[in-house]
C-alpha cells in the first residue's frame, strides 16, 4: 500500500491548514488510518486516527482544533488543522493499519506510512 500525504505548508499561529492522505490501494478504506509528527529533534507521536468505521481518536493536544475525516470514494483521509500553534510545527506522516481501538495510538500498529508532509506554524 503506497501512501501519499500532502497539504503542508507555512501558516501563521491562529492560522488553518488541511492535510490529505491518499493511498490508490482499493482496499484503502478498509484500513484505519492515522496521522502522526515529529517535530526536530523529538520522537515521533501520535495525533489522531480515523478507524474503517470513521471512528476517531485524537490525542488530548490536539482536541478542539483538529479533525480528522475520510472519504472512501475518494481513497481520503484528511486532518483539518485550525487554530495551529508554533509547537505544531513538525513533519506530519499519515499511515495505515488495522489495529484494535485500544492499540491506535501506537505507531508499530500502522503497516504503511506516507512520505510526510512539512508544517511549519510561525508565531
Known amino acids: 500500500v503506497q501512501l501519499q500525504a500532502s497539504g503542508g505548508g507555512l501558516v501563521q499561529a491562529g492560522g488553518s491548514l488541511r492535510l490529505s492522505c491518499t493511498s490508490s490501494?482499493?482496499?484503502?478504506?478498509?484500513?484505519?488510518t492515522a496521522w502522526f509528527r515529529q517535530a526536530p529533534g523529538k520522537e515521533r507521536e501520535f495525533v489522531a486516527a480515523?478507524?474503517?468505521?470513521?471512528?476517531?481518536l485524537y490525542e488530548d493536544f490536539v482536541k478542539g482544533r483538529f479533525t480528522i475525516s475520510r472519504d472512501n470514494a475518494k481513497n481520503l483521509v484528511y486532518l483539518q488543522m485550525n487554530s495551529l500553534k508554533p509547537e505544531d510545527t513538525a513533519v506530519y506522516y499519515c499511515?495505515?493499519?488495522?489495529?484494535?481501538?485500544?492499540?491506535?495510538?501506537?505507531?508499530?500498529?500502522?503497516?504503511?506510512w506516507g512520505q510526510g508532509t512539512l508544517v511549519t506554524v510561525s508565531s
Open positions: 499511515a495505515v493499519g488495522r489495529p484494535i481501538t485500544s492499540a491506535l495510538r501506537p505507531d508499530t500498529s500502522y503497516y504503511y
Open positions: 480515523v478507524k474503517w468505521d470513521s471512528s476517531t
Open positions: 490501494e482499493r482496499t484503502f478504506s478498509r484500513y484505519s
